[in-house]
Nanobody, 126 residues
Framework: QVQLVESGGGLVQAGGSLRISCAASGRTFSSYTMGWFRQAPGEEREFVAH?????????YYKDSVKGRFTISRDTAKMTVYLQMNSLKPEDTAVYYC??????????????????WGQGTQVTVSS
């Protein structure tokens, strides 16, 4: 059984920064993709960013977060991070970590992921 545990959410003022983390445990994978999705109140869950496990770990971002968010990973720890800078009120959402048990070049759909975390709240005040 794979468990994904997010941490690091909280309240921050607009323009501020926050880093959230997600640690995977329970199984190891020869290759995998870890991603972040978010869901704002009254909205559908949307893709934010993902990173692959292989050397070089290709990344992919939602257009609206490019240049502000950076996804990174510690492969040995099966942990993924999302550094969020220049935060805006519209970034307010519950952020979910997800893991696909295979390396994917681009994976923006929820159906491509096999495991999900419980979510962590990020609130950006104006």
């Amino acid at each position: 059984q794979v468990q994904l545990v997010e941490s690091g959410g909280g309240l921050v003022q607009a323009g501020g920064s926050l880093r959230i983390s997600c640690a995977a445990s329970g199984r190891t994978f020869s290759s995998y993709t870890m991603g972040w999705f978010r869901q704002a109140p009254g909205e559908e869950r949307e893709f934010v960013a993902h990173i692959a496990s292989w050397r070089g770990g290709n990344t992919y971002y939602k257009d609206s977060v490019k240049g502000r968010f950076t996804i990174s990973r510690d492969t040995a720890k099966m942990t993924v991070y999302l550094q969020m800078n220049s935060l805006k009120p519209e970034d307010t959402a519950v952020y979910y970590c997800a893991l696909a048990a295979r390396g994917l070049r681009i994976a923006v759909r929820e159906s491509e992921y096999d495991y999900w975390g419980q979510g962590t709240q990020v609130t950006v005040s104006s």
